[in-house]
């Protein structure tokens, strides 16, 4: 019986290493060739499907978007025959989430469901850490839900809900949130944890309190520097005295007016998956400081020395490492604003598009921790030239901010729909991730996006 060849999108998927030398050939040496060209363009033209107008700019080693292994979405149309989807988040309540895990529930949002100012409930991501709280030791009346403030405060507190709806002013904010690991599928050599694209990040209304309004009540002392963060879920183990995670940061982002202790997600009460009745939101760095199911806000009077503080967690080198190396602890610094971000929501990956088209009508969310979006660029034509997108200013500080485009096409084919973001220091998407680390954090290349415009 002959012996079946694998096809290039399962080689792309499977084996990327073969695939790279069979499209764009190798020399004796192991390098790359260079740019696409002859055999190897027609090659990879029949694996998409299609002409490719602007094959020559194609750099070496490119995989194309549309054949590189779906983890957010559906294999594009072009390889519709091979299975290579997601597994699928099946839950009340929620949509089609990708699900990256399911101990601890981790599931990130496809980037056609970013496709909105405000995320909806039902599209948001979920990262969760342990198990969700026993409901049999929740209150039954959410408002009888007690935070502790205490540690380096004149006047510790224990607070219900109930009185921190009454006693404080209430805000609602439109603020971006973001898994630290957000991006970390990027990377080469593969880090280690949950393999996020772009979908670890969503934007809610959120409705709570000033946490610097309480801590104003409590009377920071003047050694108060650090916060340490607690929750209700469980750890894995089923131990109760093991916290899941306990993360804390600089006295200045606790006071920031968008730090909040929320109550409402979107103008309901928060969803128990969704840290309910009560957590922290903490816009602009990493989500695993917005505590679920809050019950306690530590003052330190030094750097918190929590579970996720040590070590590799949540932490980027200082000096840029070896891809792949075991790295040194001593070259890691605390991961707090998160990078410059843009993704394209629409047209979706893998989208086609009728014949007689003549131009590709786009659309995106780009944030950048705690700076503001610069400019949007797109480009359709690998990078050689770049078109700026309109982008809106954002509802508020720390919200998404919204860009647009219409692209030209000379002709029907395969494009790829790139976006890079600058934000207000100057900073830029790369074109490959970058400071790669073990943990897999900060990586925000360009987002990438196939579309074909059928002949």
Not at 24 to 44: E, H, I, W
Not at 182 to 195: M, V, Y
Not at 199 to 218: F, I, M, N, S
Not at 444 to 453: E, F, G, H, K
Request: glycine letters at 10%; a positive charge; hydrophobic letters at 40%.
């Amino acid at each position: 019986m002959a012996k079946r060849e694998r096809g290039m999108h399962e080689l792309y998927a499977d084996d990327p290493e073969r695939a790279d030398a069979l499209v764009f050939g190798r020399r004796t040496d192991g390098s790359r060739r260079g740019f696409l060209k002859g055999a190897g363009l027609a090659t990879m033209g029949a694996a998409i499907g299609a002409t490719i107008p602007f094959s020559d700019n194609i750099p070496a080693g490119l995989v194309p978007a549309a054949l590189a292994q779906a983890t957010t979405t559906p294999p594009p149309p072009a390889a519709a025959g091979v299975d290579k989807g997601p597994k699928l988040l099946k839950m009340d309540g929620k949509a089609n989430l990708a699900l990256l895990g399911d101990r601890p529930l981790v599931a990130e949002t496809p980037a056609e469901l970013m496709d909105d100012e405000v995320t909806p409930t039902e599209k948001f991501f979920v990262r969760n850490n342990g198990l969700l709280p026993d409901a049999a030791k929740m209150p039954s009346d959410p408002r009888m839900w007690k935070v502790k403030i205490d540690g380096e405060v004149d006047k510790p507190l224990e607070i219900s809900l109930g009185d921190l709806m009454a006693r404080y002013e209430a805000v609602s904010l439109k603020l971006q949130m973001e898994c630290g690991g957000n991006g970390r599928s990027f990377f080469t050599p593969e880090a280690r944890g949950n393999q996020w694209t772009n979908g670890g990040a969503g934007c809610a209304e959120w409705t709570g309190v000033r946490l610097a309004d309480v801590l104003k009540t409590a009377g920071l002392k003047s050694t108060a520097v650090y916060t340490g963060h607690y929750g209700a879920d469980v750890h894995l183990s089923g131990d109760a005295s093991r916290p899941t995670i306990s993360r804390g940061m600089r006295i200045a982002k606790a006071m920031d007016p968008h730090t909040l202790i929320a109550f409402r997600m979107n103008g309901k009460e928060i969803p128990l998956i969704h840290g309910g009745p009560i957590r922290l939101i903490v816009p602009g760095w990493a989500g695993s400081l917005s505590a679920k199911w809050l019950t306690r806000v530590w003052i330190r009077d030094k750097e918190h020395d929590g579970s996720g503080m040590a070590g590799f967690s949540y932490r980027v080198p200082i000096t840029p490492m070896i891809p792949g190396d075991k790295g040194d602890e001593k070259n890691m610094a605390i991961l707090e604003s998160m990078p410059v971000r843009s993704v394209v929501t629409f047209p979706a990956h893998g989208t086609k598009l009728p014949k007689g088209t003549t131009k590709i009508d786009l659309r995106g969310s780009a944030w950048a921790g705690d700076n503001s979006i610069q400019s949007v660029e797109i480009s359709i034509d690998y990078g050689a030239t770049w078109t700026k997108a309109e982008v809106k200013a954002p509802a508020n500080k720390f919200a998404f901010q919204r860009f647009s485009a219409s692209i030209p096409v000379p002709s029907a084919g395969y494009y790829e729909v790139w976006s890079k973001a600058t934000d207000s220091s100057g900073k830029t998407q790369p074109f490959q991730a970058g400071n790669w680390n073990p943990q897999g954090y900060g990586a925000n290349p360009v987002s990438r996006v196939a579309v074909l415009i059928e002949a």
